[in-house]
């Protein structure tokens, strides 16, 4: 029997330094050019800054770009890649393999269903890997340090910790401060699942180094990242299983909206298991082997692949809170309404708080966090009224409060449905 190539090797996580950028090539050296430039010399630190931020993901940048555009000296603290998770293993790279994808469905389905030629050969992963390198390496200068240097700001690169309730330390360098952002955004939330490391896995932060297609990809999770990448691999020609504790796919989703998405899913190829716990992992040559258990019977599931999907978690370790008198918890960076912390000189926003984790959620609290830090305002996070989409095929979008909360809230509502079945274009379409 002829063994399914070997996928990428996995990185196992939490890993000892920032997962590397994978593969080195053009793109990517274009990227970290922009994002960690090799070459990169740190400014001599100003006697005190109006503002410090420690994290250049969305809510970093924006606060960064927002504090100097007023006037203000602004030092940007990065520990790893400028951009965070959105441009560099979030929103850019995963959007680019849904688009590759639905492209590869349409071409499947073109002659059965709309009379269209009928593709010859198969696809070719690697470029549509390739194809995303090369766009993220395109946008990546908008968030890159050079801009913002150009902009203004004084961009350090290290880990930074606070050394008092108005200080922060990085590679050495001491910067003062009258205000401070924490915005350190959050990672992949590992199961813990012994063999699990030795296995090998990807998490978002590491699958978009692929260059090969895995035969056979075990996603652990039935969220929307799991879902959204789960039929996006089927697509490709994986064989894709997604396994999750709970019933159902998207479980903070009305559950008739949640059921359409599954069952799109399913036609794709996507096999789901609910109910089943991951007891262990291990490796079996180039296969890993996860034991699931569900029902009460024990299977062993082989996979070239599997991918942790399983939530998220506050990156709030290393950064000497305690030290400048902030308070953390298992959710993240304890904030007020208005996204002060229990030091009154330092804010939270995005992932780093408790809440909602969407890029512009962290935008928005970016621009709240400046007004109330820099000018004395009274801007509220509470006042937000929150969207967000799963970009699923169909996607599932949402905004407002759902029907059961309205229920709960002792709230009278009327509920419309209207099937796209009933809609000419959709039909159409």
Aim: with cysteine.
């Amino acid at each position: 029997m002829t063994r399914a190539p070997k996928p990428d090797p996995a990185v196992p996580h939490p890993p000892p330094a920032d997962p590397p950028i994978h593969p080195p090539d053009e793109h990517n050296r274009r990227l970290l050019a922009n994002v960690r430039p090799p070459d990169w010399v740190s400014p001599k630190p100003r006697e005190r800054y109006h503002l410090v931020v420690i994290g250049a993901g969305t809510a970093g940048l924006v606060s960064a770009s927002a504090a100097a555009g007023l006037g203000a000296s602004v030092a940007l603290v990065e520990r790893h890649l400028m951009g965070g998770d959105c441009l560099n293993v979030g929103c850019v790279p995963s959007k680019s393999l849904l688009r590759a994808a639905r492209a590869w469905r349409d071409a499947a389905a073109a002659s059965a269903e709309f009379g269209g030629p009928a593709p010859a050969g198969a696809g070719d992963f690697g470029r549509v890997m390739e194809r995303m390198r090369r766009l993220r390496a395109k946008i990546s200068g908008v968030d890159g340090a050079p801009r913002y240097r150009d902009l203004g700001v004084d961009v350090f690169f290290g880990q930074g910790r606070f050394t008092g309730p108005d200080s922060v330390e990085v590679d050495g360098r001491r910067l003062r401060f009258r205000r401070a952002i924490i915005a350190t955004g959050a990672r992949a939330a590992v199961p813990d699942v012994p063999g699990l490391a030795e296995a090998g896995f990807y998490t978002n932060e590491t699958i978009f180094s692929l260059t090969e297609l895995p035969p056979r990809l075990v996603v652990i999770g039935a969220g929307p990242i799991g879902c959204e990448l789960g039929q996006a691999f089927a697509r490709f020609g994986s064989r894709v299983t997604v396994l999750d504790l709970g019933e159902r796919v998207l479980p903070r989703e009305d559950a008739d909206a949640a059921l359409i998405v599954q069952r799109a899913l399913e036609r794709d190829g996507v096999r789901f298991r609910f109910g089943a716990k991951v007891a262990r992992a291990e490796a079996d040559g180039r296969d890993r082997v996860l034991v699931v258990e569900q029902g009460g019977r024990g299977e062993r599931i082989a996979a070239d692949a599997v991918l942790v999907a399983a939530g998220r978690a506050p990156n709030v370790e290393g950064l000497g809170l305690d030290t400048a008198g902030v308070r953390a918890g298992p959710a993240g960076v304890v904030v007020d309404d208005r996204l002060r912390t229990t030091n009154p000189r330092v804010w939270a926003v995005g992932d780093v708080t408790p809440g909602y984790q969407f890029t512009h959620n962290s935008d928005a609290q970016a621009r709240i966090a400046i007004q109330n830090a820099l000018f004395f305002g009274r801007a509220r996070a509470s006042r937000l009224v929150m969207p967000w989409c799963t970009y699923t095929s169909p996607e599932l979008a949402h905004v407002g409060m759902y029907e059961r909360d309205a229920r709960a809230a002792g709230r009278e509502v009327d509920t419309l449905m209207l099937p796209l079945e009933h809609v000419d274009r959709a039909l159409l379409d």
